[in-house]
């Protein structure tokens, strides 16, 4: 029989008395949606942490970026605990960007995500090179107390930051609403920060990086295939006139 990967098996609860220091009372456990991994928000009498079951195999990776990254100053969860597939982060209360950006239309999020994702690229480097997270989607970041965390960073590597953006922008557009006019404004905002903080062009050149995450897109939104598609190929002449 194949293991139930829903439930907190024993590896799981060892972790998580290890990261708290103590025995603990459960209070709720919650499995939150992830493609990968199995992710819980576990709140006990001693504080809410997130529980990650990295089933990827790259959950030291993760946990050592996660440090590394809090040594710079960024705003990430506190990594406080790892033993085999399992990490315990801090809980950061918060609403999650893609609600903020895609439904709230909100300006301040878009900006500070912007700003936040120019530090990440300026302070994390491997040999001169910038680092980047690879899945840049809204939904893995959050906002809470004014100040932009993100919180998933198994897939970091060394890439070109405009793989980054075009991924980010990707998420805003392809995301319902799909394409409207304040969607595009949004972007036109989120890269003029984007060029203010890190002091890089990146209006024009996100763009073919832009049309190429559409498409990929399509993989996972079969649906949605024709107008991915005709939208990558409008973004890849030029960036929409709008009224």
């Known amino acids: 029989m194949a293991p139930d990967l829903t439930a907190l ?5 060892d972790a998580l008395r290890n990261a708290l220091n103590q025995r603990v009372v459960l209070v709720n456990e919650t499995l939150i949606p992830s493609k990968r991994n199995r992710v819980w928000v576990v709140e006990t009498d001693v504080r809410p942490v997130i529980l990650k079951r990295s089933l990827s195999r790259r959950g030291e990776h993760e946990f050592n970026i996660l440090s590394e990254a809090r040594s710079t100053g ?3 969860p506190f990594p406080l605990y790892r033993a085999g597939e399992y990490l315990v982060l801090e809980y950061i209360a918060g609403e999650r960007c893609d609600t903020l950006i895609n439904h709230m239309f909100s300006t301040e999020a878009a900006e500070k995500l912007a700003a936040w994702l120019a530090e990440f690229h300026a302070v994390l480097a491997r040999n001169g090179r910038s680092l980047i997270m690879k899945d840049v989607e809204l939904a893995n970041f959050v906002m809470a107390d004014g100040r932009i965390f993100g919180v998933d960073f198994e897939d970091v590597t060394v890439g070109d930051p405009l793989e980054d953006l075009g991924c980010l922008l990707s998420s805003v557009l392809g995301s319902e609403p799909l394409f409207t006019p ?4 949004m972007c036109m905002r989120l890269l003029e920060v984007y060029e203010s903080e890190s002091g890089m062009e990146a209006m024009e050149s996100v763009r073919p990086h832009v049309a190429e995450q559409l498409r990929m897109s399509t993989l996972t939104k079969p649906l949605f295939r024709r107008t991915y598609v005709d939208a990558a190929n409008r973004l890849e002449q ?5 009224a």
């Open 182 to 185: 304040v969607k595009f404004d």
């Open 74 to 76: 960024l705003d990430v």
């Open 9 to 13: 098996d024993t590896p799981g609860w």
């Open 238 to 242: 030029g960036w929409p006139r709008l």
